[in-house]
């Protein structure tokens, strides 16, 4: 069964940094897809970054430059991360990590098409 579990939310000024990480246990594929998404009140689920199996990378515009995601698998749990760095007060949302068994990993890959999600981590992020 896998799990993700998020930490790392807070509150932050604007022009701050904020790091997420995301325990993935039980996810034991090395073809797969993870990446961070957000939801900010009334809009909808947004992808902000995602890593596929070799390692690349894919950014949403709006976080390119700002934010960074990578993965440490050198644990029996896989741990993602996301560095958020220049935070804006757009960046205000909740983070939720993700999951896909298969190993189509772009940005453009909408919420439906992840198989596992975490409970999510409020990122606020204040003038």
């Known amino acids: 069964q896998v799990q993700l579990v998020e930490s790392g939310g807070g509150s932050v000024q604007a022009g701050g940094s904020l790091r997420l990480s995301c325990v993935a246990s039980?996810?034991?594929?090395?073809?797969?897809?993870m990446g961070w998404f957000r939801q900010a009140p009334g809009k909808e689920r947004e992808g902000v970054a995602i890593?596929?199996?070799?390692?690349?990378?894919?950014?949403a515009d709006s976080v390119k430059g700002r934010f960074t995601i990578s993965q440490d698998n050198a644990a029996a749990e896989k741990t993602l991360y996301l560095q958020m760095d220049t935070l804006k007060l757009e960046d205000t949302a909740m983070y939720y990590c993700?999951?896909?068994?298969?190993?189509?990993?772009?940005?453009?890959?909408?919420?439906?098409?992840?198989?596992?999600w975490g409970q999510g981590t409020q990122v606020t992020v204040s003038s």
């Open positions: 039980g996810y034991t594929t090395t073809t797969g897809c």
């Open positions: 890593i596929g199996p070799a390692g690349k990378t894919n950014y």
């Open positions: 993700a999951a896909r068994g298969g190993a189509l990993c772009n940005i453009g890959l909408p919420a439906r098409r992840f198989d596992y």
